[in-house]
């Protein structure tokens, strides 16, 4: 007898809504551009956030970013070219360099500075912010530095590559788990690179969000018959389904980050760095930055 209900729903998603990057600084001036978390309404649960940077200006980024705090969230930086150091209050230092992942998971608090190595050349990369369900909010700050040699990078058999960032890769059954796994909201961070002509496929939980983010070249995203164009840095939110297609929609090669993850479906009150719940945990996180209680280390 044929089940047919909402978890059952087979098929290729489809691009649903682009959102299109725009420019913005943070940190002590640091140029990039933003898509997700670009206004509060414009985020893809559990996705809070995705920045772009890329420049080879050094007045666009040799400011950094100075310290901050943050509290009930994660944040992943993926350095593609460049160099740059992490602080923390609690005395850890980690160098993030080309190709290299810092996964830091805030938890109740950290008060961190990220700030460049270089003072010429290119610094370009990503940081995507993904939310914690509310029993780990509060949990104690922790964060893995994943250098490249860490992140497995797979040939795929229509031509092109795949780096895997978070979660298992499945090519032609062979299974390619990556360095971050078992977390609550599952994600999975892949990190494709298309020749022209080529198309990549990943099967994807029906009930996980996925989308999107072309930063060089452009992709056709579904199947052939329907398919729509995502241009370069562009979010791409895709539809519900249990498999990502999408083609290289260019004459060049393509790279985008596939990135989907389990929904927390809590509710969000954001207030700058500080991601959680309700508004009185919002109150509560700054008056613990003031009193300096967010950084006291629980043993
Ligand atoms: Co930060």
């Not at 050094?58 to 740059?84: K, N, Q, S, W």
């Not at 999408?246 to 969000?268: K, T």
Request: charged fraction near 25%; hydrophobic fraction near 35%; aromatic fraction near 6%.
């Amino acid at each position: 007898m044929p089940v047919l209900n909402k978890e059952r729903i087979m098929g290729i998603r489809a691009l649903e809504s682009v959102i299109e990057s725009v420019a913005t600084s943070d940190g002590a001036g640091v140029k990039l551009r933003r898509s997700l978390g670009a206004s509060q309404a414009l985020r893809v649960d559990p996705f809070l956030m995705l920045d772009e940077f890329s420049s080879d200006n050094p007045d666009d980024y040799i400011a950094g970013f100075p310290p901050h705090p943050h509290r009930g969230f994660e944040t992943v930086t993926y350095m593609l070219e460049g160099h740059m150091r992490h602080e923390d209050h609690l005395g850890h230092r980690g160098e993030l360099r080309s190709g290299g992942v810092q996964w830091m998971t805030a938890g109740r608090g950290i008060i961190h500075s990220e700030m460049p190595r270089q003072e010429q050349g290119r610094m370009r990369g990503f940081q995507l912010w993904i939310n914690l369900p509310a029993r780990e909010k509060m949990k104690p700050p922790a964060y893995r530095d994943i250098p490249p040699e860490e992140i497995p990078e797979i040939r795929l058999p229509g031509g092109g590559r795949a780096k895997v960032i978070a979660g298992t890769l499945v090519v032609n059954r062979e299974s390619t788990p990556g360095p971050v796994r078992e977390l609550a909201t599952d994600p999975l961070y892949f990190d494709v690179t298309l020749p022209a002509g080529a198309s990549f496929s990943h099967p994807v939980p029906n009930d996980h969000n996925a989308f999107l983010y072309a930063h060089e070249g452009e992709l056709k995203v579904g199947e052939a018959a329907a398919a729509r164009t995502l241009r370069a840095h562009s979010a791409g939110v895709l539809s519900d389904g249990d498999e990502i297609l999408v083609a290289n929609g260019g004459p060049g090669e393509v790279r985008f980050l596939l990135l989907a993850g389990r929904p927390l479906r809590e509710p969000i009150v954001q207030y700058g760095p500080f991601v959680m719940n309700t508004r009185e945990e919002i109150e509560q996180a700054i008056r613990d930055y003031q009193s300096g209680e967010i950084t006291r280390t629980a043993v």
